[in-house]
């Protein structure tokens, strides 16, 4: 069997880190664990920390650094992720986040820091045009000749923009990320752990460019 892997997935939003992760998931049999979804479950389930998340989301903010600490925490501590390893996706956004991460993790430190590089003019366009089925996630582009009411191919589940996906929020959030994420990069490259992945191309070609480097990570 193929090993495990404790990997970090960095990148723009909208640069394909979500369907990458789902196939560095299977490829390498761990975890994906996603905060992005993770916090819109709650938002769905209508718990407290839903309600606050939807507040900072819609607003095009992130979610606070205790906050997602926590949460991470948690599921970092069930017997998937410590047996096998986890792949990160949307954590840790900013230092004192990667810092927190070090310490929960010094028994079995991450093997790579993955950064998925897609310029921001690309994964703005697709993350406008981007549509999900709300129940099962499955992920379509609108053309503008859609009908009225999408219906999913997959599960039958309703189509829509997500509410954060408007031009106006995901203007917000790259902004952020460039004041917040971007300094990840730096931090990772000083520990030696990042390792830059071209990210535009076929998913075919990036998914090769990513678990070639995650091997060579383990070598």
């Given amino acids: 069997m193929i090993p495990g892997a404790r990997l970090i997935l960095l990148g723009r939003q909208g640069a394909g880190k979500g369907t990458q992760c789902v196939r560095l998931s299977r490829h390498f049999v761990v975890p994906h664990i996603s905060t992005g979804d993770m916090l819109r479950a709650a938002v769905r389930e209508g718990t407290e920390l839903g309600r606050l998340a939807k ?35 949307g954590f840790p956004r900013t230092v004192p986040q990667a810092e927190a991460l070090d310490e929960m993790t010094r028994a079995r430190p991450i093997d790579a820091c993955l950064d998925l ?15 999900v089925c709300r129940d099962c996630g499955t992920n379509y582009v609108a053309t503008g000749r859609e009908y009225a009411e999408w219906i999913c191919d997959v599960c039958g589940g309703e189509v829509r923009q997500r ?57």
């Fill in 117 to 131: 590089d897609v310029p921001r003019e690309l994964v703005l366009q697709r993350i406008v045009t981007r549509r």
């Fill in 163 to 219: 509410d954060d996906d408007t031009p106006e929020a995901v203007n917000r959030r790259l902004d952020l990320y460039e004041e917040q994420t971007a300094p990840l990069i730096e931090y990772y490259r000083r520990q030696g752990r990042l390792v830059v992945v071209d990210g535009v191309g076929s998913p075919d070609e990036v998914f090769h460019r990513l678990t070639a480097a995650v091997h060579a990570s383990q070598r």
């Fill in 55 to 89: 507040q900072v989301m819609d607003a095009g903010g992130l979610v606070g650094d205790e906050t997602m600490v926590a949460i991470v925490g948690d599921r970092l501590a069930q017997p998937d992720a410590v047996g096998r390893g986890y792949i990160l996706d």
